[in-house]
Nanobody, 123 residues
Framework: VQLQASGGGLVQAGGSLRLSCAASGLPFRMYSMGWFRQAPGKEREFVAA????????RLEDSVKGRFTLSRDNAKNTVCLQMNSLKPEDTAVYYCAADRAPYIDYVPTRYDYWGQGTLVTVSS
């Protein structure tokens, strides 16, 4: 199983980035997908997740109204569109796959993880 995250980079506050996660080696449509982030010195935290079919998405409160999540089961990809970025969004962002038939918020419940992509938002 591979989860390849991409799209991170350096952006000024107020800017946008689009993170993508390409999955292979698993029945993608049978997994809910999540994005987590980890800032230096902090624990990994939930950002967003989307159900298997894509009809249910959950967002952490601080990113609601700024981030959106989508998936394409035909292409085995999930995307996190991040707008109005703030310096506090700076972190390594990880995509993860969860076999459970519901959305999980806890990192340890996810079965597979990507390598992470760094997002840096300058003030």
């Amino acid at each position: 199983v591979q989860l390849q995250a991409s799209g991170g980079g350096l952006v000024q506050a107020g800017g946008s980035l689009r993170l993508s996660c390409a999955a292979s080696g698993l029945p993608f449509r049978m997994y809910s997908m999540g994005w987590f982030r980890q800032a230096p010195g902090k624990e990994r935290e939930f950002v967003a997740a989307i159900s298997r079919s894509g009809d249910d998405t959950r967002l952490e409160d601080s990113v609601k109204g700024r981030f959106t999540l989508s998936r394409d089961n035909a292409k085995n990809t999930v995307c996190l569109q991040m707008n109005s970025l703030k310096p506090e969004d700076t972190a390594v962002y990880y995509c993860a796959a969860d076999r459970a038939p519901y959305i999980d918020y806890v990192p340890t419940r996810y079965d597979y993880w990507g390598q992470g992509t760094l997002v840096t938002v300058s003030s």
